[in-house]
């Protein structure tokens, strides 16, 4: 059976999607203050239960989370972000949805990323703004995850046979596309084995759950190829760093900045 690319709005939706399709397991995502992605995974079972109360967990093993007198934390998941793993095998599939981290209570909990960031949108909201990124996310691929071996010696725009890495591009982008996520194009980035895979501007949000998405793909697909992705700025001794170019156009106005942050991730 074809998986689709799901548009749901709201629990039901994902409740008639796992049935629909047979998806056997669930993950819930979210992001530590580290940006590192957290994953737990759920049965269908327990779907509409966790849809009304969450899923609760320790969140004094979280870096940066909590103290451990105050450890108690709920993961609710978002279902608009419900979406099959495209690198999992087609049958019994495994979906994954983003959460919203909480507090016992209800209450948002102020160190969730997620939340962070919505807080930053609606403000731009209130002033008749909507924030839309298209980040340019560059990585390396090496020969495994013990050094840093490069797998060609290709440079800026090279096409194959010295870019090596187009066929990896190919999956991740035909992975991305079964999760909905939107690429303009691919091409072989400056330095040896170094990539990049354009993403279609999103609405702020939706964005940084696709750029956590992006990462997973890359390494999922990387790893089946028999080798090692990694966001590291700088791994290796060469000239040419990895950098994140983010245009951030806003609706009410044609302005658009440009940035390239430097910051170390795997």
Not at 54 to 72: K, N, T, V, Y
Not at 151 to 171: H, M, Q, V
Not at 229 to 256: D, L, N
Request: with cysteine.
């Amino acid at each position: 059976m074809e998986i689709p690319v799901f548009n749901c709005k709201n629990a039901d939706d994902v409740l008639k999607a796992v049935k629909d399709y047979d998806v056997s397991f669930l993950q819930y995502w979210f992001v530590d203050l580290l940006g590192q992605l957290k994953s737990f995974q759920i049965t269908p079972k327990e779907l509409e239960t966790s849809f009304e109360e969450g899923m609760g967990f320790d969140g004094s093993s979280i870096q940066g989370f909590a103290r451990i007198d105050e450890s108690d934390m709920v993961a609710m998941p978002d279902p608009t972000t419900f979406q099959v793993c495209s690198w999992r095998p087609t049958e019994r599939p495994v979906a994954r949805m983003f959460c919203d981290v909480v507090n016992p209570d209800g209450s948002p909990y102020a160190g969730d990323c997620r939340y962070a960031l919505k807080r930053v949108l609606a403000k731009a909201a209130e002033k008749g703004y909507t924030y839309y990124v298209g980040p340019e996310l560059e990585f390396f691929l090496f020969a495994n995850d013990k050094g840093t071996e490069v797998l060609d010696s290709g440079g800026y725009f090279d096409a194959p046979p010295l870019d090596l890495g187009n066929n990896i591009r190919r999956e991740i982008i035909f992975a991305l596309e079964k999760m909905g996520v939107a690429v303009e194009y691919s091409h072989h980035e400056v330095a040896p084995s170094q990539h990049e895979i354009d993403l279609r501007y999103q609405e702020g949000l939706k964005m940084a759950d696709t750029a956590m998405t992006y990462r997973v793909v890359v390494k999922e697909v990387a790893r089946k190829h028999g080798c090692y992705a990694t966001f590291m700025p700088s791994p290796s001794s060469a000239k040419t760093a990895r950098a994140c170019t983010c245009t951030s156009p806003c609706s009410r106005t044609a302005a658009t900045c440009s940035s390239t942050p430097r910051t170390s991730t795997t």
